[in-house]
T-cell receptor, first 109, second 113 residues
Framework: KNEVEQSPQNLTAQEGEFITINCSYS?????LHWLQQHPGGGIVSLFM???GKKKHGRLIATINIQEKHSSLHITASHPRDSAVYIC???????????FGTGTRLQVFP | ETGVTQSPTHLIKTRGQQVTLRCSSQ?????VSWYQQALGQGPQFIFQ???????GRGNFPPRFSGLQFPNYSSELNVNALELDDSALYLC????????????FGQGTRLTVV
C-alpha cells in the first residue's frame, strides 16, 4: 500500500463543473502539497498546507490532520485546468517528498 | 516560473551508456532533491544534496550518483543505463534543510533504448 493515495486516478468533466480530488496518507507529516503537472512534465506547486484550508482563485485545498485526508477543489472548471494533479507529503522526520500517483483531469468545453 | 532550470529537456541514450543531467537552482537555495518519475507514476525520491553533501537517499542503486556545486547547480549521473531508467527526472530546490516549500524544474525526459 502506498503511503500517499489519491482518488480518482482519472477524472473527466464538462467546463463549469465543480471538481474534487482526494488524497489520503498514512504517515506523520509536517506539510502536504498539491502540485500540478502539465503534459510537458514541469511541476508547479499549487498549495502547501499543514492545517485548515487555503484558497487561490478557483482552487481550494483543505486538510484534516486527524483523518489524514486532504481535498483539492476546483470551482467553475475550465479546459485549461486539464493536467495531472499530484498530492505529496513531507514526512515529519525527513525533508523528502512522498508523492501520490496523481489524478489525471480532463475538462472538456 | 520557478527559477529552477533543467537541461537537457529530452535525451535518448543506449543501454549501458552513462548520462549526466543538470539542474540550476534558485540563488540561495542550498538544498536540491532529485526525483524519478516513471510513466503513469508519481515521482520517487532518488537523493537530496545539502551544501554539496548527500543528505538522504531513496531506494536507488549506487550507479545513481550526484554532485552539488557552490553556484547552486547540481548534477545527476547515472552509469550503466538500463531500459527501466527511462523516465522523467525532476529536480527540486529549497531554501534549506527542513524548508517544506520546494520549487521544481521542468524535468529531463530520458529514454534508454
Amino acid at each position: 500500500k502506498n503511503e500517499v493515495e489519491q482518488s480518482p486516478q482519472n477524472l473527466t468533466a464538462q467546463e463549469g463543473e465543480f471538481i474534487t480530488i482526494n488524497c489520503s496518507y498514512s504517515v506523520g507529516i509536517s506539510a502536504l502539497h498539491w502540485l500540478q503537472q502539465h503534459p510537458g512534465g514541469g511541476i508547479v506547486s499549487l498549495f502547501m498546507l499543514s492545517s485548515g484550508k487555503k484558497k487561490h482563485g478557483r482552487l481550494i485545498a483543505t486538510i484534516n490532520i486527524q483523518e489524514k485526508h486532504s481535498s483539492l477543489h476546483i470551482t467553475a472548471s475550465h479546459p485549461r485546468d486539464s493536467a495531472v494533479y499530484i498530492c505529496a507529503v513531507t514526512g515529519r522526520n525527513t525533508d523528502k517528498l512522498i508523492f501520490g500517483t496523481g489524478t489525471r483531469l480532463q475538462v472538456f468545453p | 516560473e520557478t527559477g529552477v532550470t533543467q537541461s537537457p529537456t529530452h535525451l535518448i541514450k543506449t543501454r549501458g551508456q552513462q548520462v549526466t543531467l543538470r539542474c540550476s537552482s534558485q540563488s540561495g537555495h542550498n538544498t536540491v532533491s532529485w526525483y524519478q518519475q516513471a510513466l503513469g507514476q508519481g515521482p520517487q525520491f532518488i537523493f537530496q544534496y545539502y551544501r554539496e553533501e548527500e543528505n538522504g537517499r531513496g531506494n536507488f542503486p549506487p550507479r545513481f550518483s550526484g554532485l552539488q556545486f557552490p553556484n547552486y547547480s547540481s548534477e545527476l549521473n547515472v552509469n550503466a543505463l538500463e531500459l527501466d531508467d527511462s523516465a522523467l527526472y525532476l529536480c527540486a530546490s529549497s531554501l534549506s534543510i527542513g524548508a517544506t516549500e520546494a520549487f521544481f524544474g521542468q524535468g529531463t525526459r530520458l529514454t534508454v533504448v
